[in-house]
Structures are given as C-alpha cells and as structure tokens.
C-alpha cells in the first residue's frame, strides 16, 4: 500500500505477516547484542494535544532512524474509536529521508512482548511451565503467545477484573492453539511466570505469595504514579529494568517501592547486561523484570520490516 504521501504503509496485517514472535524477539535481542546501550535512547515526550495529548518517540539504532507518533485521546473509547492510535515513520540514519510508514499501534503490540520475552527467557526458570497472566487485553495475548515459544507452558491461567472481559481472550488463545483457563490472583503461589499486563493503579496481587526462583513481569503501564507490583514483592526480587534512569522516570512500580523504602535504586539490573550475560537469574529468590516501553524497541522490529511491492 501507498500512503498518500507517496511513502510506502505496512498495515497491522502487513506488520504481523512479516514479523512473527520468533523474530521479534531476535530483532529486540540482536540490538543488544550489539552493543546498543538504551541509556542513549531519548526520552519519550509528551505534548498536550486536543482532547488528549501526543507521545512522541524518537530513536537512532545502526543505520535506522525512526519516530513513533501516538495519540491518546481519553475520550475515543465512548465515541467507538481506540484510546491510542500511533504511527511509525522510518528513515536512514545517513540522509534521514522517509522510507516507510507503519502501523504505530501493531508494532508497539508486537515489540513489547518481545522485549518482555527477551528478559523473561533469562529470568524464569529453564523448565518453568505454569503462567498466570493478568490482563485480557490485546497485550495479554501476545505476551502469552510470546512467551510460549520460549516455553513448553502446560497451565495458563489469565485473571481479568470479571469473567465476561476474560473469556473473549481465552476463546482467542484457543483460535490460536494455546489452551488457558480463568484464574484467580491467589494462583500466584503455583506460578512459575507471573505477567502483569493491565492499567491497574494498585498491585494486582500479594506479593508474599510470589515463589523464590519465580519470574515476575510487568509492562502494564509507563505512568509514575501507577503500579501493579507489591513493595513488598521489589524489596527481595532481583530487579531487571530496560534502563535505570528510565525507570526512575517512568516505571511506577519501581518509583513507589523507593518510595516506601523498599527497594534501592543502586540495585537495578539493565535488560542489556542480561542479554549479555553480565546478569543471570537468582534461584533463591523473585526474578521480576519491570518494562515501559522505549523508542528503540520500535524501531528495532521496524528495522525488520521489508517496504511493500509497488
């Protein structure tokens, strides 16, 4: 398809028909790999705008620059249409010509739980099979997609705010081939991996039930005064973020336990020194990695994207 611009558009369709969970992870992992530090990523910017406001999301990776453009509009859900709705411009790093638009909103759905995947492949244990999941959302689904090719998972039990909001998510994991069932938060204590992938404002459940060796991820929001991780759970995990001043700018759930005195700063872990090994998981006690969301994941997986045929 041909944007009325003139650029090249890749479609949600497009994007998914191209970039498959498998390789959106390697994409994620191979920047880090090589070298990419995230600390040098720009801050993601937020302008008033209209009803809402607009997120503005900038990186350079390589020979790749790009910009993501999102909207957020409170109002939308009411009036039929999305709350966000992004787009994802694509240019060299040489010349900085435009070279392709991009469904903004189906690459953050598929670059998240890459980067989600990418951690928790390192943090959960190597036979871990038990996933509890809460959320019912788009995210929620492809986080457990995603995470079922990293393992043979063989209970997955998703935990929505009602029966009725969660059943649509399960009758689609089953379009998909992967069986889960409603759970409950007190299913924590059997889980081996435990997604958070919701808008909750308030921990979502009781930290002391989270097993030691278990792995902990949460991606649900990059809000500074919005968390869905006990204080509790922070205080004696071991604590991977995708960048430390990130984190503390954006990632309520870390912000809050350093607020209450139970977590130090000092002791966050980068996602890169993961990747790269300098970090390993610890059996002995919580594995938790916490994700907002950065400009260099987009344009990681849009780095993959092959223009369409004209």
Excluded at 78 to 98: C, F, N, S, V, W
């Amino acid at each position: 398809m041909i944007a009325p611009t003139g650029l090249p558009f890749l479609s949600a369709d497009d994007v998914r028909a191209q970039i498959d969970p498998d390789t959106a992870r390697g994409l994620i992992e191979r920047a880090l790999l090589d070298g990419f530090d995230p600390a040098n990523d720009p801050a993601r910017q937020s302008v008033d705008a209209g009803e809402g406001h607009l997120l503005l999301m900038p990186s350079t990776l390589g020979q790749s620059v790009g910009v993501k453009i999102a909207s957020v509009s409170p109002g939308n859900p009411a009036k039929g249409k999305p709350r966000i709705q992004a787009l994802y411009l694509l240019m060299d790093a040489e010349t900085l010509t435009p070279q392709l638009l991009v469904d903004g909103s189906a690459l953050t759905v598929i670059r998240t739980p890459a980067t989600t995947a990418v951690a928790v492949d390192r943090l959960a244990a190597p036979d871990a099979e038990r996933l509890v999941v809460f959320g019912s959302g788009p995210q929620a689904i492809d986080h457990v997609l995603a995470f079922s090719r990293i393992r043979e998972l063989t209970d997955i039990r998703l935990v929505g705010r009602n029966p009725e909001r969660t059943a649509p998510a399960i009758a689609k994991l089953a379009e998909l081939g992967i069986q889960a069932t409603l759970g409950t938060a007190a299913d924590v204590s059997d889980a081996d991996i435990v997604l958070c992938a919701t808008s909750a404002k308030d921990p979502v459940f009781d930290g002391s039930l989270v097993r030691d060796g278990a792995c902990v991820a949460a991606m649900g929001s990059h809000e500074a005064d919005r968390r869905e991780l006990p204080g509790d759970l922070m205080a004696r995990a071991l604590v991977v973020v995708e960048d430390h001043d990130t984190a503390l700018r954006e990632a309520g759930d870390v912000i809050m336990a350093a607020a209450e005195g139970n977590l130090d700063t000092d002791t966050l872990r980068p996602l890169a020194g993961l990747v790269r090994g300098e970090i390993v998981r610890d059996a002995s006690r919580p594995n938790v990695f916490k994700g907002t969301g950065m400009s260099w994941q987009d344009l990681a997986v849009a780095s993959g994207l092959t223009p369409p045929a004209v």
